[in-house]
């Protein structure tokens, strides 16, 4: 069984769980992002599902399926970028704290880290005492990974 394969079917046993299902069309939407270990919008997935099972779901179809699969904690919305990733904790029944992401600049890989509360709740407080009010406790954040600082060296 394939590393994808076992996320796919903890992800299925995790929606029935919550009184939801897996279906097809959303287990293809989901591989596609384990897959391809980038983020990508309801597009770039249509043309995944396209190449990959031959189905070729529309646009609407697959923001539907994104929007299931973030209310059940196996993808994150990158906001900035307005594409999306699968959580990189699928298969952990343990809280990894508030995730944050560090997507590289040149090659568009994204990872997914986690931060302690402490460190929002400063945040926050920061934020608020420059006359601020933090809409969202996600930090995306623009680096560059080392592959890529490696090739422009």
Do not use: W
Request: one cysteine or more.
């Amino acid at each position: 069984m394939t590393k994808v394969q076992t996320i796919i079917d903890h992800a299925e046993q995790s929606c029935k769980a919550h009184g939801s299902k897996l279906t097809n069309k959303r287990k293809q939407v989901l591989s596609g992002l384990l897959e391809t270990n980038r983020a990508m919008s309801a597009y770039q997935l249509v043309d995944y599902c396209k190449e990959t099972f031959g189905t070729s779901p529309p646009p609407m179809s697959v923001y539907r399926i994104l929007d299931f699969l973030k209310e059940e904690h196996l993808v994150h919305k990158l906001d900035l970028a307005n594409k999306y990733i699968a959580c990189a904790h699928i298969t952990c029944d343990h809280d990894h704290g508030v995730p944050q992401f560090l997507i590289c600049g040149d090659c568009q890989r994204v990872e997914e880290i986690a931060i302690g509360k402490s460190t929002i709740t400063t945040l926050k407080r920061k934020v608020e005492e420059a006359g601020f009010h933090l809409a969202s406790r996600q930090l995306e954040i623009n680096c560059l990974c080392n592959q890529c600082k490696d090739k422009a060296a």
